[in-house]
């Protein structure tokens, strides 16, 4: 789990989450990408006095989520990673759950969980893609709302041989591209064993993350696109991310086109 700017009681929450898992027999490794801010350190030092599964690995400055998390993978011990973000929840079950299942099917490479989206009110949304859709990737990937990264448990071998991209958002789509293209197995547990906090309200930040995803991502579909040159599906997603790029440059704009726009591609594919 990566640390920047996230306030105590959103770290706290995350990694109490991870401390309370029926399955025990693990390393929290918290890493600590933001070493200019001194009440982050302190954070950090006191998680760490606490428990002794939690070890921290200080950047020396402020590096990114891709290099954080390479990071944090090349220093673990364990041949299994779990990813985790701040302000989030894992329910209590999920590492067992999770583990169990990659046991039983050695072939997945990488596993994700359905998850609940909470927003500020406390309202949630489940959302629960099914294992149908894992079964074509080469489609399912770019039409729907499949993989939500912090759900992510996978070998550590992956990302070893494929380390995140450091770059900024969105550094895990870059990173599916490629594994899907390579054949690696991706699978998902149908049950919500995850609490993502998405923020409805507050406009403006979503307009400047979705700004930065699209400007970010077009230049990686772009060199993607001689393996994926056959694949109408990922002409569709290139397509929308463009749009996303074009309705972004302006807030206004943004305003009164996005969420239009994305209601229909639900309508269309269905996630």
Not at 71 to 98: G, V
Not at 169 to 197: A, C, K, M, N, S
Not at 232 to 240: Q, T, V
Request: no cysteine; proline share 3%; net charge neutral.
């Amino acid at each position: 789990m990566s640390i920047y700017t996230e306030s105590e009681d959103a770290i706290m929450v995350a990694v109490q989450s991870i401390l309370e898992q029926t399955f025990t027999n693990f390393e929290l490794i918290l890493v600590n990408d933001n070493p200019a801010s001194k009440d982050t350190q302190r954070i950090l030092d006191t998680l760490a006095t606490q428990d002794n599964r939690i070890r921290i690995l200080t950047n020396d400055r402020n590096r990114g989520l891709g290099y954080a998390l390479n990071a944090a993978i090349q220093s673990a011990n364990a041949d299994i990673i779990a990813r985790m973000d701040t302000e989030d929840s894992s329910l209590p079950e999920r590492f067992e759950k999770q583990i169990s299942l990659m046991k039983a099917h050695t072939n997945v490479d990488l596993l994700f969980t359905q998850w609940i989206d909470v927003d500020e009110q406390k309202a949630t949304i489940v959302r629960q893609p099914n294992r149908i859709d894992f079964t074509n990737m080469q489609k399912s990937f770019f039409t729907k709302a499949l993989l939500m990264h912090p759900t992510l448990m996978a070998h550590k071998k992956v990302f070893l041989d494929n380390p995140y991209p450091e770059m900024g958002r969105p550094e895990d789509i870059v990173l599916w591209l490629q594994l899907i293209r390579q054949g690696y197995t991706f699978d998902i547990l149908e049950e919500p064993l995850y609490e993502y906090r998405i923020d409805k309200i507050n406009i403006t930040q979503r307009y400047n993350k979705i700004k930065a995803y699209a400007q970010n991502l077009i230049p990686h579909l772009i060199r993607e696109s001689r393996y994926y040159w056959s694949n109408i599906y990922f002409w569709l997603f290139f397509g929308r991310t463009l749009f996303e790029y074009l309705v972004s440059r302006n807030i206004f704009i943004f305003k009164f086109t996005h969420a239009q726009a994305a209601r229909m591609w639900k309508v269309v594919f269905g996630s």
